[in-house]
């Protein structure tokens, strides 16, 4: 992270305003509803009392626009039928305000002051049975609940699936927890608006905070509220143990209620300079102003010189994989706008530049801030080659351009045409080495088996074809320029033109085949008048043409000279028969006998340009359904069929390489379901 610059005005934030961006919130319900003791169950001999921790009601939040400095409102739901009640009905804690410790100066555990017997969703409100400990502290709070003194419930939970799809009717964004987990209850206090636990109140107080997830050597630190304004956000880090503060006089109230107000500030501040919020309580120890805090936070992290972990937002894997679905839809739209449709969730990001979806990405799926880098910086940070302070690894941005590429790549192969695949049957490589192709000794012919004989098997011996899967590939890189400069074309044109390319490859492999007239195993070409399926001169397709290609192929027979009894579903030929070959196969009404036309619809018509040579005649074919017989195999790498794709870091250039790469082959296997006619 850079170093921050002393002159820099810092952000006046109101304590105030609430940020919800941590994995880890609590919800704490300051009046008797909607969380709330049920006093008419407390049970004086078992210590024991039932309580409504959560009624899922809309509450509004706010978050930090870390760019604008911006407080920016929504709304949140618990959605009580994705309440996972695991770890509650497991004895999860009871404990003092969120903390394992009663007060700052407070013994470990002495917070705990009693256990979650069970708990339960019921009627549209989660209901617990709590038991009170057995201890002086336990027994203080227990009297101060059986009494009415105290009624106040907060729930500490972890949300791992957010629904973002609706909007209120001033657009406000909803966001509803469709699966948490909550794992601790805790009580909290009194607020100083006495009316507040009274559950009959139309407009209870809500209290919200939210805390980065406490390590084994943390301890809790809670915000003190001045009048009835609701505590501010608080981010629970390691602050150092301080004891309690009673004030003596009322000037020493006045200045603690000042420094309180001010805390949410400054560790906002801490935060914008790469420091944690215990870096801030240290400074405020030393400090009696606002002001002479924040030029000691900004002279530390001037001083700073090795990168720093700051307090990070662990986003679950559903709510990332839904930001990381909507942006990558963003840049495809953005690419081409007509081929992708822009989705409710990406039209958050609509707008913004490569640089800036990059750094919105980062923030909302790794919790550290990217302001203050320059492009250049930004764009190596998005592109992994270098680390931003706060990062705890490498950005996955380049990871999400990879798959918007490969996507692209992918999508444009696929849609490409490829008519050979009518005439030929696939079948998959388990490795590079040649492979023989299996081929029955003749039409499978059932034999009667006489009572108590055997059966006897068909033959299936290997051809004499042999052939093997080669490997094409080429590279796409995107570079630091493409982020900086906002190139859409590495995500559109180029991955559309490559794609179409490895399609292309395989086309002209295949109809290269028939084109090249290839040597068989038997040392004769595939079409030979010896094999009865190349015509004796060149012509158009016409009545007579096709009956001669008829007559050859009902000559064709099996190695056991019986009958293949095959027909011809296609007809492969360039552009320049493809009037004569519709005309053929197209029905009229004949005024006699002799005007019928024999071939309607006989044959699907294949009309390829491969099959016009260069220079010389071009010739055209008939070939059978190659589940009939077969005529040309094609074949992948097993596992790997179509186009593959795998990126890296650059080496040889400044960010992600994309590598686009085809293993794939193609061989005529038997002739008598072909035929040529050499054309005109």
């Known amino acids: 992270m850079p170093t921050p610059n002393p002159k820099t005005p810092t952000p006046d934030v109101p304590p105030a305003h609430v940020l919800a961006r941590a994995a880890l919130i609590t ?12 006093p008419t169950t407390l049970n004086p001999e078992t210590r024991t009392v039932d309580l409504v921790w959560s009624t899922g009601a809309r509450v509004t939040r706010h978050e930090m626009d870390w760019e604008t400095w911006a407080v920016r409102k929504f709304h949140e739901e618990l959605d009580l ?11 999860a804690p009871l404990l003092i305000e969120h903390s394992t410790r009663d007060g700052w100066d407070g013994r470990p555990l002495d917070g705990v002051i009693g256990v979650v017997e069970r708990a339960s969703v019921t009627g549209g409100e989660g209901i617990a049975t709590v038991r009170f400990a057995e201890g002086e502290r336990a027994a203080e709070i227990f009297g101060r609940v059986q009494r009415g003194e105290l009624r106040s419930i907060s729930v500490g939970y972890q949300v791992r699936k957010w629904d973002k799809t609706q909007r209120d009717e001033d657009g406000t964004q909803i966001r509803r ?87 949410a500030k400054l560790q906002l501040r801490a935060e914008a300079f790469g420091l944690t919020a215990a870096d801030a309580i240290t400074v405020m120890g030393a400090h009696r102003t606002l002001e002479a805090a924040t030029d000691a936070l900004q002279d530390q992290a001037a001083k700073r010189t090795a990168p720093r972990q700051t307090p990070h937002i662990q986003i679950t894997t559903d709510e990332g994989d839904t930001v990381r679905a909507a942006v990558e839809n963003s840049i495809l739209h953005r690419a081409n706008p007509q081929a992708v449709a822009l989705t409710d969730a990406a039209r958050e990001f609509r707008g913004m530049t490569l640089l800036e979806l990059g750094r919105t990405y980062v923030e909302d799926t790794q919790g550290v801030r990217l302001r203050n880098l320059s492009k250049r910086e930004l764009a190596n940070v998005l592109l992994g080659l270098e680390r ?7 950005s996955d941005f380049k990871n999400l351009l990879a798959n918007v590429v490969s996507k692209r790549l992918r999508d444009t192969y696929a849609g490409a045409p490829r008519l050979w695949r009518q005439i030929a049957r696939q079948s998959n490589a388990p490795d590079f080495k040649e492979k023989a192709v299996l081929q029955l000794a003749g039409m499978p012919e059932l034999k009667k088996v006489r009572e108590g004989a055997e059966y006897t098997y068909a033959g299936l011996s290997e051809s004499a074809e042999k052939y093997s899967i080669a490997t094409y590939g080429r590279i796409i890189a995107i570079t630091r320029q493409t982020l900086i400069n906002d190139d859409l074309g590495a995500f559109d ?46 012509a158009v397709p016409s009545e007579a043409t096709f009956e001669a290609a008829d007559i050859a192929l009902g000559d064709q027979k099996d190695a056991a000279g019986k009958p293949l009894n095959l027909s011809y579903k296609y007809f492969l030929g360039a552009q320049k028969y493809a009037v004569a070959v519709k005309k053929l196969l197209t029905s009229v009404a004949a005024a006699k006998t002799g005007d019928v036309n024999v071939y309607q619809n006989a044959v699907t018509p294949i009309i390829e340009n491969r099959l016009k040579p260069a220079t010389g005649t071009a010739p055209w074919f008939m070939a059978v359904d190659p589940g009939q017989w077969d005529t040309i195999e094609y074949a992948y790498l097993e596992g790997e069929e179509g186009l593959y794709t795998e990126e890296r870091v650059g080496f040889e250039v400044d960010g992600m390489e994309i590598k686009g790469r085809l293993d794939f082959g193609a061989k005529a296997i038997d002739g008598r379901g072909l035929y040529m006619n050499p054309g005109i």
Do not use: C, K
């Open 27 to 38: 919800r704490d319900f300051v009046s008797g509803d909607p969380a709330y003791f049920n």
């Open 81 to 91: 039928r994705g309440a996972r009640l695991d770890r509650l009905n497991n004895g």
């Open 177 to 263: 927890a469709v699966d948490w987990e909550p794992y601790e209850l805790s009580i909290v206090a009194i607020p100083a608006d006495a009316g507040a636990q009274i559950r009959s109140m139309a407009d209870a107080a809500t209290i919200f905070r939210n805390r980065a997830q406490p390590t084994t050597s943390e301890v809790p630190m809670t915000t003190p509220t001045t009048g009835n304004e609701p505590a501010p956000t608080e981010t629970r880090t390691a602050p150092p143990q301080a004891p309690a503060v009673t004030p003596p006089t009322p000037a020493a109230a006045e200045e603690h209620a000042w420094r309180a107000g001010d805390i």
């Open 388 to 394: 931003s302070a706060g990062m705890i690894s490498t």
């Open 493 to 538: 044109r180029l991955p559309s033109l490559f794609g179409r390319a490895a399609a292309e490859l395989e086309n002209d492999l295949v109809w290269g085949i028939l084109l090249a007239n290839p040597v068989m195993g038997d040392g004769v070409t595939l079409f030979h008048a010896s094999r009865g399926n190349l015509a004796g001169a060149g």
